[in-house]
């Protein structure tokens, strides 16, 4: 299962999820206001968003599982694993820390502060903030995903993950620093697999990592299957 990050649907991981092995059967997490849910109110609380997925899971047919969050994606997956530890067999985090990042810290923000907080994130495609109606849009996206975010942090506080845990990030990444990712060993019971990739916070947009990814996170499937 793949989350994406604030302000984005599933569909912006396709570059990445088109690299995963053929045999792992991919589903998506649309959050409200995007893609296929646009119309929708994009807030939501943590409690309907994660019962929301766990009930959709629950019609699955059970197999092994990998949630890979990216960013904000990273917050929700834990929580997801944190309520319901059959939900998944491993956990890929993507630029995201235990607790949440400092941008999600406040409840409130001004256009100003989520303009820069995209242009230091980068990834937005050019002139698409040109447009007012999309920049309005995008930005109330932002408004509640962050908030969502910081509800999120408090929520996983000091939660342990039971899984096999792999943790990537963007050696440049202006929004998680990468050397701030290690704190993850302290919640990982089941052990920790790290990787520093060439890039910013969207490092995992660009071609040349795609394969490394795709890579953990079939491995991280792998490490969670017991060996008879």
Request: aromatic share 4%.
């Amino acid at each position: 299962m793949v989350i994406p990050h604030s302000g984005g649907g599933p569909n912006a991981l396709l570059p990445l999820v088109g690299r995963l092995p053929d045999s792992l059967e991919v589903v998506g997490v649309t959050l409200p206001g995007r893609e296929r849910r646009f119309a929708e109110d994009p807030e939501i609380s943590p409690n309907d968003l994660v019962e929301g997925i766990l009930a959709e899971l629950s019609g699955l047919a059970p197999m092994p599982t990998v949630l890979f969050g990216h960013s904000l994606g990273g917050s929700i997956a834990l929580a997801l694993t944190l309520a319901d530890p059959t939900v998944c067999s491993a956990l890929v985090i993507s630029a995201q820390l235990p607790d949440g990042s400092q941008i999600e810290r406040p409840e409130e923000w001004d256009d100003s502060v989520l303009l820069a907080v995209v242009e230091r994130g980068g990834g937005t495609p050019p002139g698409l903030l040109d447009d007012p109606a999309w920049r309005e849009h995008m930005l109330r996206l932002l408004r509640a995903d962050l908030t969502l975010g910081g509800r999120l942090a408090r929520r996983n506080a000091q939660g342990r993950v039971a899984h096999p845990l792999t943790v990537i990030g963007g050696e440049q990444d202006l929004l998680v620093p990468a050397e701030k990712l290690n704190a993850w060993a302290d919640r990982a019971d089941a052990g920790l697999s790290s990787y520093i990739l060439p890039g910013g916070h969207f490092y995992l947009m660009d071609e040349a990592n795609c394969d490394i990814i795709a890579a953990a996170v079939a491995a991280s499937l792998e490490r969670s299957v017991p060996t008879t």
